[in-house]
């Protein structure tokens, strides 16, 4: 079985900076592409940023230039780095993984994080 834990939420005013940590473990044999959504009251859930395993990322428009994401394939982890934050980054964050197990190969949530940016 692989879990995704991510870390890292809360509460936090605007122009301010938060970093989110998703952890997988578990049997895994690799991990491809990881990437964070997001997903705010009464709206559909959204790519924030994605990362391949060899390190490529891309971004939602909206992030670009504020937001960076990270991994460490050693660790099976992917973070990211939120600057800049606004109001409307506030959103339940989760972390979603494609990961190749004894199973074979399966896309992986984490159970999310809440964002909120408010003054």
């Known amino acids: 079985q692989v879990q995704l834990v991510e870390t890292g939420g809360g509460l936090v005013q605007p122009g301010g900076s938060l970093r989110l940590s998703c952890a997988a473990s578990g049997s895994i044999f690799s991990i491809n592409g990881m990437g964070w959504y997001r997903q705010a009251p009464g709206k559909q859930r959204e790519l924030v940023a994605y990362i391949s395993s060899g390190g490529y990322a891309n971004y939602a428009d909206s992030v670009k230039g504020r937001f960076t994401i990270s991994r460490d394939n050693a660790k099976n982890t992917v973070s990211l780095q939120m600057n800049i934050l606004k109001p409307e980054d506030s959103a339940v964050y989760s972390c979603?993984?494609?990961?190749?197990?004894?199973?074979?190969?399966?896309?992986?949530w984490g159970q999310g994080t809440q964002v909120t940016v408010s003054s």
């Open positions: 979603r993984a494609v990961v190749a197990a004894p199973k074979g190969m399966s896309e992986y």
